[in-house]
């Protein structure tokens, strides 16, 4: 608990520090520019919604993220998982003729499936032959992509379809809105329920006291009985499933289509998310709000305060650095 | 008495609300081995780290006279290097920007002769047995040549042959004037080797002996602050076998089973004594079902097949003390409640609907923690900050805490102290009384002469010898544990 205030702390000083240097160099006045990036990011309503949006968007693959960490597994495979469970939406939405009711938790199911079944391909080399899963899901993320681009390209491909992209869902494949008026949908909740499931999950299940005893401690989790190979098995695919999941709100609640350019790296910033969330589920949320407001801030800044995008793009990979460098130190330390 | 090479004057050290050093002065002269003895959680070993500078005391002063050594309790080599490595770790010879290997390997072969402590420099640490690991922790001190060298359990991990050639080399190191300061619980080598004797009790000196005008009776009732508890009494008679081993085989190399048969009966303790590395370790595993072997084991009659897992195994009533209960039994970074639950967490009453019922886990802990005199006695405690001899309760505690049909027992009293090893002992006859199969593997002959009712020699693979308890030839047992 204090371990993760101090983390969320931590994640701030670099946030403002850095920026604020950063923009200092681009010869912009940080506070013209976090002034911009706040404004920007929950200046009304409709901005607001927007951030919710981002956050929502972070915080799927940042909690498939979370589970594998506690497992002991890196997934940095998320961005595929996103684009596969987007593309398995976007084909589904359009080719099932079902009304909402059904509909929409079919689709959602098999954006999951197909999300996991990438997560779950990484977690059956780990287990099979002892792949390592941070290359195996880092070139998987490729695969996906091209996977997905050949699929809806090719046998998938559908009249009026562009080149990247599947046709418009019909209405009943599209998830609620929340707030009237934006784009911010109902996945805003079902995230936010997720979260408070997997934290029940890690804390209090048979299920996820194996996860974290095989994450923490993986031989004296083998001689109590935990079979390692079944939980990396099980933690990757089902990181890949709530990845998938994410991709596919995108494509139901935002997108209304799928598109092969559907994320602009959620599956690598959430691994940031995860980490400042320090893998608890109910302060990852908190983590992804932070980072929703760099995300969809970024924007504002730029055409208001003449300070580049990608100032925030520096600090989010700063952010990963000082984080997961700190937090290899401490297992140095532990172990 | 010779001028103090380490004078430690009125240091305390408060973790928390705990006081684990509480007022103390201490001089080690140069040339003198002075034993520092005491409890589990008594302070020796943070006493130890404070004098090494390794953490900083609350109050008081610590002057030495040189540079001050620590080999520590649990390793601290970096496994992924090699020997030499770790020896020279930040004093590497170079030749312009390169390590110059050459020099390297022969310093370590010079320092290894010198001090009669023999290792292959190129050896990689992680594949090493835990004896030679101590060896290559204690070349790492002593290639910085320490005025004071400070000893934290040095021969917990030693096979009975090896402690006579380690503290060779310590008296060596104290005739050249070093002073060493040995944290341990093994009055027996207290007794043998050291010149004076400190006791700690609860962060206090409570008493100081000239060894040779004390006994380790004295030494024992000042730590313990009283009499040892006696061990349980015997009472069951041991009836038929309930686990045969026939012809078992495993792994390959130093260290492999080559045919081993054995039986272990309903109330009864089976001792196999032995030099490390002779089988002992994969003898567990394969009992555990955690390596892979050939031949066969029945318990109750019923096979025990090698694709059998842990968990299946664990089910049968199989309870398992492992060599290494930092890697193998505990989860470092969780507390003592989540910890007692590992092995248990499918088994009801600990698991409802696949929940774990934390009410149920707590008072588990909790009759584990006073059954075993765990300290501090908190359940919400994290294991990793717990001293080693308090780990090591928590790992028998958990496996002693309910009927079992076996028990497996890995040098069950490493690293605890007196007071605490008889109480260990006691539960294991107990479980012996209540009908269970106790095998217990040790390297200290005293513990398996105190415990078993029957005792098998292993010496390569094999077992060597079987003694009933009635007609135990120490010297015979001696002679088969190093192959005679």
Wanted: glycine fraction near 12%; aromatic fraction near 6%; proline fraction near 4%.
């Amino acid at each position: 608990m204090q371990r993760t205030l101090r983390d969320l702390l931590i994640a701030l000083v670099v946030v403002f520090g850095v920026g604020s240097a950063a923009m200092l160099i681009a010869h912009a006045s940080p506070i013209a520019g976090f002034g911009a990036l706040l404004d920007g990011a929950l200046g009304n309503a409709s901005e607001f919604a927007e951030t919710l949006l981002q956050t929502t968007a972070l915080l799927f693959p940042a909690l498939g993220i979370a589970l594998a960490f506690r497992a002991g597994l890196f997934n940095i495979g998320a961005e595929g998982q996103i684009v596969l469970g987007g593309m398995t939406a976007g084909i589904l939405g359009v080719a099932l003729p079902l009304p909402g009711l059904v509909l929409i938790p079919l689709v959602l199911a098999g954006a999951a499936c197909a999300g996991g079944l990438w997560g779950g391909l990484a977690g059956f080399l780990k287990a099979r032959f002892g792949a390592n899963e941070v290359i195996s899901t880092l070139m998987l993320n490729t695969v996906a992509l091209l996977l997905a681009t050949y699929l809806i390209g090719g046998p998938f491909k559908q009249p009026g379809a562009g080149a990247s992209e599947t046709p418009q869902l019909p209405a009943a494949a599209w998830l609620p809105v929340l707030i009237p008026n934006t784009r911010l949908s109902v996945s805003f909740l079902l995230a936010l329920l997720l979260a408070g499931a997997l934290w029940y999950v890690f804390g209090r299940t048979v299920f996820g006291y194996e996860l974290r005893a095989a994450g923490e401690a993986p031989e004296a989790a083998r001689r109590a009985g935990i079979d390692l190979g079944r939980t990396a098995l099980t933690a990757m695919t089902l990181s890949g499933a709530i990845a998938g999941l994410g991709g596919a709100t995108i494509v139901m609640g935002v997108l209304h289509r799928f598109n092969t350019g559907l994320s602009p790296g959620y599956g690598f910033i959430a691994i940031a998310v995860a980490l400042v969330g320090n893998l608890d589920p109910l302060f990852i949320i908190l983590a992804a709000f932070g980072f929703g407001i760099l995300q969809s801030g970024s924007i504002a800044m730029q055409a208001e305060a003449n300070v580049p995008r990608d100032v925030v793009t520096l600090i989010e990979g700063l952010v990963i650095i000082a984080l997961a460098g700190r937090r290899f130190v401490a297992q140095r330390r532990t172990s | 008495m010779a001028e103090a090479a380490l004078r430690l004057r009125g240091i305390r050290k408060h973790f928390g609300s705990v006081s684990a050093v509480d007022g103390v002065d201490l001089d080690v002269a140069a040339g003198e081995i002075h034993a520092l003895v005491g409890e589990n959680g008594a302070g020796k070993s943070t006493l130890a780290a404070i004098a090494y500078g390794a953490v900083k005391p609350d109050a008081g002063t610590i002057e030495a006279v040189g540079t001050v050594g620590l080999v520590h309790q649990h390793f601290a080599l970096i496994e992924r290097l090699r020997v030499w490595e770790n020896i020279l770790l930040g004093r590497e010879p170079r030749a312009g920007l390169r390590i110059d290997r050459g020099r390297a390997r022969a310093i370590v072969g010079e320092l290894s002769t010198r001090h009669g402590l023999a290792v292959d420099p190129d050896a990689v640490v992680e594949t090493l047995p835990i004896g030679i690991k101590q060896r290559v922790e204690l070349l790492r001190e002593l290639v910085r040549e320490p005025a004071v060298l400070l000893l934290d359990e040095p021969t917990a991990a030693l096979a009975p042959s090896e402690i006579g050639a380690f503290f060779a080399t310590v008296q060596q190191l104290a005739a050249r004037g070093t002073a060493v300061l040995i944290v341990t619980h093994k009055l027996a080598e207290v007794m043998d080797y050291s010149q004076s004797v400190t006791v700690m009790r609860a962060g206090k000196i409570v008493a100081a002996f000239r060894t040779a005008q004390t006994s380790a009776d004295a030494i024992a009732r000042a730590m313990v602050g009283g009499d040892v508890p006696p061990l349980a009494a015997r009472t069951a008679t041991t009836s038929a076998a309930r686990l045969s081993v026939r012809d078992l085989c495993a792994g390959s190399g130093a260290g492999a089973l080559a045919g081993v048969s054995l039986s272990v009966g309903s109330g009864e303790i089976v001792g196999i004594a032995g030099i490390e590395g002779n089988g002992q370790s994969l003898l567990a595993d394969a009992i555990a079902g955690v390596a892979d072997y050939s031949g066969e084991i029945v318990l109750d009659g019923r096979p025990l097949p090698p694709a059998l897992g842990p968990a299946q195994r664990i089910a049968r009533g199989i309870r398992i003390i492992p060599q290494d209960r930092r890697h193998e039994a505990l989860v470092l970074g969780w507390n003592i409640v989540d910890n007692v639950a590992l092995g248990r967490q499918r088994n009801p009453p600990l698991q409802h609907g696949g929940t774990i019922d934390r009410a149920a886990t707590r008072r588990f802990a909790t009759g584990v923690i006073e059954r075993f005199d765990v300290r501090p006695p908190n359940p919400s405690a994290i294991v990793g900050a717990l001293s080693g001899g308090n780990q090591q309760k928590i790992v028998v505690g958990r496996a002693l805490a309910d009927e079992s049909t076996l028990v497996v027992a890995y040098q069950p009293t490493r690293g605890i102290d007196i007071g605490a090893a008889a109480l260990v002992g006691s539960r294991l006859i107990e479980a012996r009384n209540a009908g269970a199969a106790v095998l217990l593997i040790s390297f200290e002959l005293d513990e398996i002469f105190a415990l078993a009712d029957r005792i098998y020699v292993m010496f390569g693979g094999k077992l060597v010898g079987e003694f009933a308890r009635s007609s135990i030839d120490r010297g015979r047992i001696g002679a088969l544990m190093a192959g005679g």
